[in-house]
Structures are given as structure tokens and as C-alpha cells.
Nanobody, 124 residues
Framework: QVQLVESGGGLVQAGDSLRLSCAAS????????MGWFRQAPGKEREFVAY????????YYAYSVKGRFTISRDNSKNTMDLQMDSLKPGDTAVYYC?????????????????WGQGTQVTVSL
């Protein structure tokens, strides 16, 4: 079973950049889908982006497309989320997740393993 640990969150100002990282331990297959989700206070968890571990597929939520970039480093077993042009609306706890079945899903229930989350706060 894959274990996931996020890092890189923090407090930034609008327009700034931040890079989140997800360290994965355990077996990860090329078909595994790795995703980023976020949850703001009082809101449901929402999809941000996913990448297939092989790197063949990426997909972004409309709200972050063009500003966020998802990537992975197979040699380090890490997945990153580069976040540029941050907005106050991006404030949330960010979670990384893994789906060993590789379904390329955008729903929380498509993912079986989750990290503990990292807080991102964007001020005006």
C-alpha cells in the first residue's frame, strides 16, 4: 500500500508562487494515477489535477488550468504541484492521493490512498 506525505504549504500573497510536493513510499505502478485535491473551510473536497505515474496523462481543473503544473519524478518517488499566480480563492488544505487502478478520475472516491494534507493560504 502506498503511503503519501505532502509538504511545501505556507502563507503567500496573491500573485506569488508555491510548490507542493508529495513523497510516496511503497509500490507505485506505471498505471497509478496520482492526484491533487483541495478542501477549503466549509466546502467539499475538490479535484485540482492528476498525472499518471508513467507521465503519459495529465489533467487540470478549469479553475487552475494555466496556473498550476503537475509533475512527477520517478527516481525520487515524488509528485509536485507548481502553483503560480495564486489567488485568495486557492486557499485550502491540499491533499495528494493515489489510485493504483489508474482510472484517471476526478472524484475523491476514485482514489484509495491519501496524504494528511498541507495548508496553503493566499492573502490579498
Amino acid at each position: 500500500q502506498v503511503q503519501l506525505v505532502e509538504s511545501g504549504g505556507g502563507l503567500v500573497q496573491a500573485g506569488d508562487s508555491l510548490r507542493l510536493s508529495c513523497a510516496a513510499s511503497g509500490p507505485i505502478f506505471s498505471r497509478t494515477t496520482m492526484g491533487w485535491f483541495r478542501q477549503a473551510p466549509g466546502k467539499e473536497r475538490e479535484f485540482v489535477a492528476y498525472i499518471r505515474w508513467s507521465g503519459a496523462s495529465t489533467y487540470y481543473a478549469y479553475s487552475v488550468k494555466g496556473r498550476f503544473t503537475i509533475s512527477r519524478d520517478n527516481s525520487k518517488n515524488t509528485m509536485d504541484l507548481q502553483m503560480d499566480s495564486l489567488k485568495p480563492g486557492d486557499t485550502a488544505v491540499y491533499y495528494c492521493a493515489a489510485d493504483p487502478l489508474g482510472r484517471l478520475g476526478v472524484r475523491s472516491r476514485d482514489y484509495q490512498q491519501w496524504g494528511q494534507g498541507t495548508q496553503v493560504t493566499v492573502s490579498l
